[in-house]
């Protein structure tokens, strides 16, 4: 799977595009940086000490957390934003990728991949799991091995500095992220910059509640958990060359799928 997505790889030191790739990891011909695969989890932040990690990534790195995430914390945590169940939600996003002629697919922020391996089952090409959490990519690699998903390579980086060349996916997938991130529009610059001119992107977010009883309020400002705010979430993507094709808005859960647009 690495001798696959090679030719779209590039260095986030650098940015040389030179990389080898054997049975340890990937290496860049232009830095020298080694970036290891250890448990079949490829790392590009092994000697990088230099991301922000928010209190609230920090409560879910958590091994207690990691491993309750998908069967009660993000179910529980989605039913209470939207009143639905977090099957539906799944369905949605795997209906919206579907629409599209997908090959190879990024999943931005995959936590344990309860998107990625529903997306790879359906995907005609490679599904590239791609996380800032190692206690997540080790547990997502654990259930791709325990679901005998076949097409699923996991990463370990961060959306600010994708290792990836220009237009490297015709598909993006990002849920439950964006809003978490410490600077979402660099992450969108990211996805702009890495998703096909002609490519598709998926997500799932949060809209700030209109009445929380200062609970929104709380959560922005002691553990970073953010909203957007729809009108604003709209432009920013549009600023991003992205086109929202349909959307589903639940309560405070808000859902779209978008083409890139050329300039
Ligand atoms: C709430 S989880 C969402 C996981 C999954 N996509 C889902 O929908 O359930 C948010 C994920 O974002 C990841 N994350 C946070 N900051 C990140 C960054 N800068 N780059 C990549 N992933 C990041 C966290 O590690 C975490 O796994
Ligand atoms: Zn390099």
Not at 193 to 217: C, E, K, M, N, W
Request: hydrophobic residues 40%; charged residues 25%.
């Amino acid at each position: 799977m690495l001798g696959e997505i090679l030719p779209y790889l590039r260095c986030p030191g650098c940015t040389g595009t030179d990389l080898r790739a054997g049975a340890a990891g990937v290496s860049c011909k232009s830095c020298g940086a080694q970036y290891p695969l250890q448990g079949g989890v490829l790392d590009w932040l092994a000697t990088d000490r230099s991301e922000v990690i928010t209190p609230f990534q920090r409560v879910m790195q958590t091994p207690v957390v990691v491993s309750i995430y998908e069967r009660l914390w993000r179910r529980l945590g989605y039913f209470i934003a939207s009143s639905r169940q977090f099957e539906k939600e799944v369905q949605t996003i795997v209906g919206f990728q579907q629409q599209c002629e997908t090959g190879r697919l990024l999943d931005l922020a995959c936590g344990t991949g309860v998107f990625t391996r529903p997306l790879a089952r359906k995907a005609r090409g490679l599904v590239v799991g791609f996380d800032l959490s190692r206690p997540m990519l080790r547990h997502a690699q654990r259930l791709i091995e325990r679901d005998g998903v076949k097409n699923v390579l996991l990463m370990r980086g961060t959306a600010f500095r994708l290792p990836f060349i220009a237009g490297a996916f015709p598909a993006i997938n990002c849920c439950g992220a964006l809003h978490l991130f410490d600077r979402p529009e660099l992450a969108l610059r990211e996805i702009d910059r890495v998703l096909d001119r002609s490519g598709h992107l998926s997500v799932q977010t949060t809209i700030r509640p209109a009445h929380s009883g200062g609970a929104a309020y709380f959560l922005e400002r002691f553990i970073r958990f953010g909203f957007f705010d729809e009108t604003g979430l709209r432009e920013q993507v549009r600023l991003h060359r992205l086109k929202i094709l349909e959307s589903e808005r639940h309560r405070i859960s808000f859902s779209f799928l978008a083409r890139h647009i050329s300039p």
